[in-house]
């Protein structure tokens, strides 16, 4: 095991290989195992012997606390190159049913085992906070694989200040704490307004008075998409109308009493609200505070969503895929959970070629910078989601005009190309 807990940029590169590559063939046969082309996975429930000799500093109920039941690990080198850290939390709308780690957590370890490190995958929890640091002293690096949401026994600024605690230690950060936060909030998509391919009509709401006082504004003038930075798969996603439509633009704002019309993206699911109701209602998406990442954006609706998202997959600078999301008939929701079909293209594809050069060539230099990270370098994986519209209201013009939606380098999900491993140690 390496005495020293530093790892190269090089080296970082070679995990990041074997870690993509190990996640980006996973499937689930559908009967709560994990497997893979090579069939090295375990069922779910198995027991699991590879952390009988890493784990035995700590006491049972610590391991389990620590660890949960990670069926289908590989055993640990005997002498490892070093040693990696996979964090995760518990619950979640991330997790299969059953099932207590995300799907990819296991595979992504196994895969960093395979190049003779030992990979130990990792429940944070404030409970398990002076654990974690404890193990990092032995440590070489962490992978953050915590999607923005709501977890158990789980306070953000303490698991971002456990990170930073972490990589300034000397530990390999992948990604960086600071990244993380600033790169997947929500409120991103207020600061890349301004750019070519940013949304000029979004706001980000930080404390019940500006949401209270914003959205009855926003909304008088037309249908806004509201979202929560918590969750994901279009969870806490609203797109919010009136269901009297002779009402917009008639006054430069609405009562509370107002009827609405709300659908959650997550599912495409419809519900009846007044203005005061969902007021009240999206409230807790403000709970703890600014500080623990609680905010609500408010951005025009673009019409052209049922045509769907397009998402762009980059290594560092370089895109390396583009995933067309397209909704199932009749619906607005871009998520697989939603029954949308994905295609996929090359990052070269005509279709997409005003995407590409709007974002590649215009705004990419510039995007660290607007959102305050311009000491950092480009995250190594990580997503641009996009959605069609027009120049300005009502964001329709019969021409391709391209808005970021949403920014992740959290969490990057990926389950097929194992074609595009050799461009992630690049």
Partial sequence: MSSHPCISLSTCALLALNLTAGFLGLSDDGNGSVVSSEGVFTEAGQSCPSLERFGKEFSAKNRQLLFGNPAGLRMQPEEPEGRILVFGARGG??????QEHRGDTIPICNAIIELGWSCIPV?????ARNLILKMGKTADGYVSRVNPDVYEDFTLSKFEG???ALHERGLAAMAHPRMIGKFGAKDALAKVSALSTGLPDTLAYYTPQAWTEGIPTTLSQGPRVIKQNRGSQG???WIARLVDE??????????????????????????????????TFAMKYLEGGEQEGAQIIDQAFMPRIVEGEVRVLF???TPVEIVHKKPKPGGLSATLKAGATYTKYAPDAPEFKRLMSAFVKRDLEQLLPVLGLEEHPLPLLWTADF????????WVDGKDYYFIGELNCAC???TTQLHLAPRVAA
């Avoid at 709308?93 to 059953?98: A, I, L, N, T, V």
């Avoid at 008639?250 to 109701?277: F, I, R, S």
Wanted: aromatic share 8%; net charge negative; proline share 8%.
């Fill in 93 to 98: 709308d991330d997790k299969s049913p059953g």
């Fill in 235 to 237: 969870e806490g996603v």
């Fill in 412 to 414: 990057v999900g990926m």
């Fill in 387 to 394: 959605i069609l519209g027009g120049p300005r209201p009502p």
């Fill in 315 to 317: 290594v560092g600078s």
């Fill in 162 to 164: 456990m990170l930073e």
């Fill in 246 to 279: 002779r009402l917009y633009r008639v006054n430069d704002t609405l009562p509370l009493d107002t009827k609405l019309e709300l659908m959650e993206a997550v599912d495409n699911h419809k519900e009846y609200m007044t203005l005061g109701e969902f007021i």
């Fill in 123 to 127: 429940f944070y929890s404030d409970s």
